[in-house]
């Protein structure tokens, strides 16, 4: 096969139109997006040229006319999607008025339910996009369609939950009390809610949400130490309807329907995109459906099936409907996992020839998995599962009987009104929850960041692989530098040669980190959780704080979590009594860490000064006059104290 291509393509890189038209799209929205949003990182474009001038070698003309087309088309493409995507999401209306909506997920807990309402009336008017709605209740039923007021305000949140946002289509946020006019007549959202509602009838609590997660994809309803655990434990991807389930259902139905024979596929394909709309057409769903449907149709009509030409069509697909889902980290893990298997799937199952067939074809796809997605999810999530590897080799094989046998049971359920039928997906799952709750996740590889090393690393990966044919030497050479630059990377970003400063935001709170040669402070407000407070320290730091400096009127709130941290000293304008041993405490207006000093300005504001500059915390949005202001909700803003503050 091999031969065969290079005599009818002699360059670098075989030429795939779909690939490179995806390529292109997937530039150009990208290139978009961060022009728009002003977040634009030269690194991230490093693949882009690499690739572009490998695939023009050997540089003949057609060649080279048809790659220079092929990606500026796409790119251009790519880019007016994402200009329209954009204009329509900042668009619309806001501010007190009446609003009608279906609600499409929701999630009850602490006695009011977040919802997702879809096809929107604002105001009397119809409108595109989805709004996050919090309710003061928990009665809220996904299908229900409901009217409440309130004021309507864009998702314009910064940082990774404002890019969730974004990328999720919602474009709304609001609050109030609904009244629920009546119900949905989608046959899905009515199923979805029948479901769930039968899993919690006949199911235990914990039992009904992990089989819920695990039909859905909506891996938030499920109690936060589980799912925290599931993510530690690098097994989330079994809660996300990835191309696994996708796939088993396809192949199930393919078998009951061998009698078609050819043309089972047809079947196969729609009970795939069913389920792809019923699970809301997640990029990973529809990449799966897309992908089964091409690989069923090649076989019936005889075609070699290419499978990095399918993934390439269904990123086509998702990217002309839903640009914003270049921004999802779902989007690039699903793909930057099939990227893989396609790239080095064939060539680490030669590499692992002497081990047995199943251990074999295991780690061969599990490695090629995380060639691409492991800098996708360290940058996203902040660590990396180290017992993703083991844990798999058990649940992967254990899957389809999981899936299939929750699925029929439930539908069956459901069907006639007979909890009863769920006993073996009870069992399934108590046994699920028993090996969670059995093991210890804590132990992830984390505090530190990649920056651009991240790219780097996808570049060097993808451009080494033996689809870009180059020679031994050359291959050596580009390995040497890549590596040599992906280290020159770490070392710039996570050693701190002068002082640093991070704010992370979100709806729970702000919080800062401070890191200066030997010293690592954090500063937290009221607000701030102690999820917040270990994710961040998830990102940047594994070793015991110096201080917490708590900031805000309610600082006795704020130390209770910052005694949770690993720190040595907790630090408060105010003295006021706590359960704490006073060697942990430190009162004053100000104090000093290492290189940093930090300043007390009334309740909600602090100086930080080092190098002989100073930074100003502002979490009520009111600068002092500092040499540089930090307002509360800044996301994951990253300055430098130097010869002056560089702001990243």
Request: with cysteine.
């Amino acid at each position: 096969m091999e031969e065969r291509e290079k005599k009818t393509d002699a360059g670098r890189i075989n030429l795939r139109p779909f690939l490179f038209c995806a390529l292109g799209l997937f530039f150009g929205i990208t290139l978009y997006f961060q022009i728009a949003f002003e977040r634009f990182v030269l690194s991230d474009f490093l693949f882009y040229a690499i690739f572009a001038v490998l695939a023009l070698v050997p540089f003949s003309r057609r060649r080279v006319v048809f790659v220079i087309a092929v990606l500026v088309l796409g790119a251009g493409i790519g880019a007016a999607v994402g200009y329209g995507f954009r204009a329509r999401y900042f668009g619309g209306t806001e501010g007190e008025t009446v609003v009608m909506g279906t609600v499409r997920s929701c999630v009850g807990k602490d006695g009011y339910s977040e919802a997702i309402l879809g096809d929107l009336s604002i105001g009397g008017e119809r409108t595109g996009g989805k709004m996050l709605v919090r309710f003061s209740s928990e009665d809220a039923h996904v299908g229900d369609v409901v009217v409440f007021e309130g004021k309507v305000e864009h998702a314009d949140e910064e940082g990774s939950y404002g890019d969730y946002l974004f990328s999720e289509n919602i474009r709304y946020v609001s609050a109030g009390a609904y009244v629920r006019t009546g119900r949905s007549k989608n046959f899905l959202l009515r199923l979805d809610d029948r479901l769930y509602c039968t899993l919690r009838a006949g199911m235990g609590t914990e039992q009904a949400e992990v089989a819920y997660a695990l039909l859905t994809g909506n891996s938030q309803i499920m109690d936060g130490g589980l799912l925290d655990s599931v993510r530690r434990g690098g097994i989330a991807h079994i809660f996300a309807v990835s191309g696994l389930h996708i796939g088993i259902l396809y192949g199930a139905v393919y078998l009951l329907c061998r009698p078609f024979g050819r043309w089972a596929c047809a079947p196969s394909s729609a009970a795939a995109f069913l389920y792809a709309a019923f699970c809301a057409f997640t990029p990973s769903s529809v990449r799966a459906a897309v992908m089964c449907t091409s690989l069923g149709v090649c076989r019936a009509v005889g075609v070699k099936y290419d499978f990095l030409e399918s993934v390439s069509l269904a990123a086509i697909l998702i990217l002309l409907f839903s640009p914003a889902a270049a921004r999802s980290v779902g989007f690039l893990l699903s793909f930057g996992a099939c990227i893989g298997l396609a790239l080095y799937g064939g060539t680490l199952r030669r590499a692992f020839r002497k081990l047995p067939a199943f251990l074999r074809d295991y780690l061969a796809a599990a490695v090629s998995v995380q060639t691409l997605t492991l800098p996708v999810a360290f940058s996203s999530f902040g660590y990396l599962a180290v017992w993703g590897l083991a844990l798999n080799l058990f649940l992967l094989p254990a899957l389809p009987v999981l899936f299939l046998t929750t699925l029929v049971c439930s539908l069956a359920a459901a069907s006639f009104s007979a909890p009863a039928l769920l006993i073996v997906p009870d069992g399934l799952m108590s046994l699920f929850l028993m090996l969670m709750s059995s093991a210890e996740f804590s132990l992830v590889l984390s505090g530190f960041t990649l920056g651009a090393g991240g790219a780097v690393w996808i570049a060097g990966v993808s451009l080494l692989c033996g689809r870009v044919r180059i020679g031994a030497a050359a291959r050596a050479g580009w390995a040497a530098a890549f590596a040599l630059l992906f280290g020159c990377c770490l070392v710039l970003e996570n050693i701190p040669f002068r002082g640093r400063g991070y704010v992370y935001s979100r709806g729970d709170g702000d919080v800062a980190f401070f890191e200066a040669e030997n010293t690592a402070v954090l500063v937290i407000d009221a607000d701030a959780t102690l999820a917040l407070c270990n994710e961040t320290l998830l990102r940047r730091y594994a070793g015991t704080l110096d201080a917490v400096v708590v900031v805000g009127s309610d600082e006795l709130k704020a130390i209770n979590v910052a005694a949770a941290l690993d720190t040595k000293c907790i630090c408060a304008r105010r003295e006021i009594p706590t359960g704490l041993q006073r060697a942990r405490l430190q009162f004053g207006d100000s104090a000093s860490f290492g290189a940093f000093t930090f300043y007390f300005v009334g309740d909600d504001r602090l100086y930080v000064s080092a190098y002989g500059v100073s930074v100003e915390l502002g979490f009520e949005n009111s600068a002092l006059g500092g040499d540089f202001f930090v307002p509360a909700g800044s996301g994951g803003l990253i300055f430098s104290f130097g010869d002056g503050i560089i702001k990243a």
